[in-house]
Each structure stands twice: as C-alpha cells, then as structure tokens.
C-alpha cells in the first residue's frame, strides 16, 4: 500500500510559481498520480493526474521522476483564491481490492 | 450535468444513536468510495464499491460501519452506536470505472456532529 508525504503547509506570494513535492515511495506499477484541491466545507475537487514525466493542463504542471517515487505539482502564477488545502493520491490495486492513500495534505495559503 | 450529491448535509446526533448517511452518485459512474475526513485531518479511507459489491471493506474503522449499494447507483453509509470520535465530515465520491487512472468526482460531504 502505497504511503504519501507531504509537507504540512506552505506560503506564497501572489504571481509567484509554486511546487509542492509528494513522497509515494512504495508506488505500484499500475499506480497514477493525482492531486486534489479542497477548499473549507467542499469536497476535495481534481487538479491534474499522471503516471510518468510530465503532464500539463490548463491550471497545473505535474512532474514525476523516472524512479515514480515521488511527483511535484506545479502552479503558475498563484492567486489568492489558489489558497487551498492539495492533496496528492496514489492508487493501489491489491487482488480484487482497492486501497487508495491520500496524502494527509498541503495547505497552501497564497498572501497579497 | 448533475454532480455527487450527500445527505443529510448536517448531521447532530446523541452517542448511541444509528445514523444512516446517504450518497447519489453521478449516473453511470459505476465505482463509488466513502472516505472520513476528521476536522484539521487528511482523508481517510473507508471503503469502496464497484458496481453493487464491496471487495475491501478492511477500511472501515469498526463493525458498528457498515455501506450497502443498491442498484449500482445509491449509497448508504449506516453507523450504529455512534461515539463521539465518529464525528468527522463524511465525503463520497464516484468515478467512472475502476482503476486508479479514473478521476473521483466528489460531494459536498456530510457533517457529523455526535454529542
């Protein structure tokens, strides 16, 4: 069962870049990466998926290593409604179960 | 159209009390996942369905949980004996099919308050 690490919070400016790493040490082959982004009183909401290299939408950049064991999430250009808790999920297929791990969370609090 | 919707969206209840909690998921989407978010905490993995089956349920914290599916579509999370630790904000998601690769649309979530 694939472990997530994450740090616990993170500052920023507005229109700066930030990254936020998540350690998955024990990924699985068959494992994607996702990240979610969680505002108060909502339910966490999709931000980007990957499985190797680098990915890129229209609001993030996700960057995973060759070895998988960990992946950095990207935002360009942060405002401040990007404050917001991120989450990092790796998916395990174990037999006919299925576990999946959320990172305990970044709160990423972006300051004017 | 129409998201993952939850009810009660608050739920007060006294220690001892059942309480039952319910999720509709979007429409053909045939996985389904309840997850327990305590306040200031991550998310917590409980269980999930694919179609009207559960093949893990090892993430429920006791035998007091418990999550029936019927029909492939709703879902409900029953709690019985409730405790004060039970009280957290109860998220269900649904995505389209099984398999890590497929994105989880979640609810607003349900408030549990156990006094």
């Known amino acids: 069962l694939a472990k997530t690490t994450q740090p616990i919070s993170m500052d920023s400016y507005e229109g700066q870049e930030v990254n936020i790493t998540c350690s998955h040490n024990?990924?699985?082959?068959?494992?994607?990466i996702t990240w979610y982004q969680q505002f108060p009183s909502q339910g966490p909401r999709f931000i980007i998926q990957?499985?190797?290299t680098k990915v890129t939408n229209e609001v993030a950049s996700l960057f995973i290593p060759a070895d998988r064991k960990s992946s950095t999430l990207s935002l360009p250009r942060v405002s401040l409604s990007d404050t917001a808790v991120y989450y990092c999920l790796v998916g395990a297929v174990s037999g006919s179960a299925r576990q999946l791990t959320f990172g305990s969370g970044t709160q990423l609090t972006v300051l004017p | 159209g129409a998201g993952v919707s939850q009810s009660p969206s608050n739920k007060v209840t006294e220690k001892g009390k059942d309480v039952e909690l319910r999720c509709d998921p979007i429409?053909?989407?045939?996985?389904l996942y309840w997850y327990r978010q305590s306040l200031g905490q991550g998310l917590e993995f409980l269980i999930y369905f694919q179609g009207n089956s559960a093949p893990d349920k090892s993430g429920l914290p006791s035998d007091r949980f418990s999550a029936e599916r019927t029909g492939g579509s709703v879902s409900t999370l029953t709690i019985q004996r409730t405790q004060q630790e039970d009280s957290a904000v109860y998220l269900c998601?649904?995505?389209?099919?099984?398999?890590?690769?497929?994105?989880?649309?979640f609810g607003p979530g349900t408030r549990l308050t156990v006094l």
């Open positions: 998601a649904s995505s389209l099919a099984h398999g890590s690769a497929n994105e989880q649309f």
């Open positions: 024990n990924i699985a082959t068959n494992d994607y």
């Open positions: 429409s053909g989407h045939t996985a």
């Open positions: 990957g499985y190797k």
